[in-house]
């Protein structure tokens, strides 16, 4: 069994469904109300879990409730926590889904954005045991760099979704062995000729997720387009975070980008059939 360490942001979600989003000055009801723990890296990492990989964890927490939640889920899924302890509260995330089931995140970062450069080194063993090592943009650039850094020197191949994709680091990118933007994602960091913004930052290879469009592998200068599945949407939040998680486990099981990149679109197509985030995301079986 293929082990992924996972950096990232771990906190509560509060998602709240509404037929519609806010005009300006607009209050809207809700009609339902669900909570669960989150975070881009956390939700790849029960995912992936779920997909048949050996996870750990590692994130920063406020010494409060919400964080014995969140290391409590992780531990139901069989995922090993690293949690790391600062004097903020946890992370929270606010999650607001319209009928057509698109979404409008507001995430308070809390002690997760707190994770730095010596609380990885200090972790350093966990990456060094580790066949994959999985990044996204939720923690601070310095945690990033150094868990880059420790995977460089020891071989680890790196994953970065570069999600959010403000203050990202394209330098650090193309460090990566795959990247997995949105296209949202891959225009705000490469522009609107993504591909050959890519190219011209030395971008090895990258699977662009294009929502209800399927995805874009580029890889050797070339991209081929995955299909999207034909599927009633509920809810897109974490199909991103899916779509990472499987990707890692394929390219972990010696799959081609190609191959794991049809799996991943796969998972997501049923993680977005559902309501929520890690609620959502579906066992190897289902696949
Ligand atoms: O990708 C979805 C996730 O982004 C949510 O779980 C939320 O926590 C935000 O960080």
């Known amino acids: 069994m293929a082990k992924i360490c996972f950096i990232g942001l771990a906190g509560n979600s509060v998602f709240l469904y509404a037929d519609h989003f806010h005009r300006e000055g607009e209050t809207v009801s809700a009609h339902s109300f669900y909570n669960e723990p989150g975070g881009k890296g956390y939700n790849q990492a029960v995912a992936a879990a779920r997909l048949g990989g050996a996870c750990s964890f590692i ?9 014995g939640l969140c ?6 899924e069989g995922i090993k ?6 004097d903020i509260p946890s992370a929270y995330a606010c999650i607001l889904t319209d009928s057509k089931g698109e979404n409008r995140v507001t995430v308070y970062g809390g002690a997760s954005a707190l994770l730095n450069g010596e609380d990885i080194k200090s972790l350093e063993r966990e990456i060094v045991s580790s066949d994959m090592l999985v990044l996204q943009n939720e923690v601070s650039i310095d945690a990033n760099i150094a868990a880059v850094e420790i995977a460089e020197k020891n071989g680890i191949p790196v994953l ?11 330098e650090l ?5 795959v990247i997995t933007p949105n296209l949202h994602e891959a225009e705000t960091l490469f522009g609107s000729d993504w591909e ?7 971008i090895k290879r990258a699977v662009v997720t294009l929502g209800s469009k399927g995805a874009a592998v580029y890889e050797d200068g070339d991209i081929t387009t995955i299909p999207p599945i034909n599927t009633k949407v ?5 199909a991103g975070d899916c779509f990472t998680a499987a990707l890692a486990v394929m390219l972990c099981d010696g799959e081609t980008l190609k191959n794991a990149a049809v799996f991943a679109n796969k998972a997501a197509s049923i993680a977005v059939s559902r309501p929520y985030a890690v609620a959502a995301m579906p066992k190897r079986k289902e696949i």
Do not use: S, W
């Open 160 to 170: 970065i979704n570069p999600a959010p994709a403000v203050g990202m680091e394209t």
């Open 173 to 177: 990118l193309k460090r990566a062995y």
């Open 71 to 76: 290391v409590k889920y992780l531990q139901n």
């Open 196 to 202: 050959k913004g890519m190219k011209n930052a030395g």
């Open 59 to 67: 994130g920063a927490f406020g010494k409060d409730d919400g964080a």
């Open 81 to 86: 926590p690293l949690p790391v302890y600062k």
């Open 234 to 238: 509920v809810d897109t939040t974490g």
